[in-house]
């Protein structure tokens, strides 16, 4: 439960008892949200327009994300919105 950061600038909150609803900055000073990842809703919206989803709308600690993403508008890191890969080696000495 808590925060996973993803490649492409997508990041997934799991509160408890709740749906993981992902975010993500639009690179126009927008936030998103979707439970779905298929349809992506302002983070001005709690219920999703287009989505089928069992809760209907979102968590009172998603609402606060949310809230908080529209109030100061914060703008991640540019290689956090790139998509990335990454590959781990051991070293020589490690074996």
Same mark, same amino acid.
């Given at each position: 439960?808590?925060? !996973?950061?993803?490649?492409?600038?997508?990041?997934?909150?799991?509160?408890?008892?709740?749906?993981?609803?992902?975010?993500?900055?639009? #690179?126009? #000073? !927008?936030? !998103?949200?979707?439970?779905? /990842?298929?349809?992506?809703?302002?983070?001005? &919206?709690?219920?999703?327009? #287009?989505?089928?989803? /069992?809760?209907?709308?979102? #968590? &009172?600690?998603? /609402?606060?994300?949310? /809230?908080?993403? &529209?109030?100061?508008?914060?703008?991640?890191?540019?290689?956090?919105? &790139?998509?990335?890969?990454?590959?781990?080696?051991?070293?020589?000495?490690?074996?």
């Amino acid at each position: 439960r808590g925060w !996973v950061a993803e490649p492409g600038g997508v990041f997934t909150f799991c509160a408890p008892r709740c749906t993981p609803i992902s975010y993500k900055y639009t #690179g126009r #000073g !927008v936030w !998103v949200w979707s439970p779905d /990842r298929i349809n992506w809703m302002a983070t001005t &919206e709690v219920a999703p327009s #287009g989505a089928r989803w /069992r809760a209907q709308q979102l #968590g &009172e600690a998603d /609402r606060q994300i949310c /809230r908080f993403l &529209e109030r100061h508008r914060p703008r991640p890191a540019a290689w956090r919105l &790139e998509p990335t890969a990454a590959r781990l080696e051991l070293s020589d000495r490690a074996r």
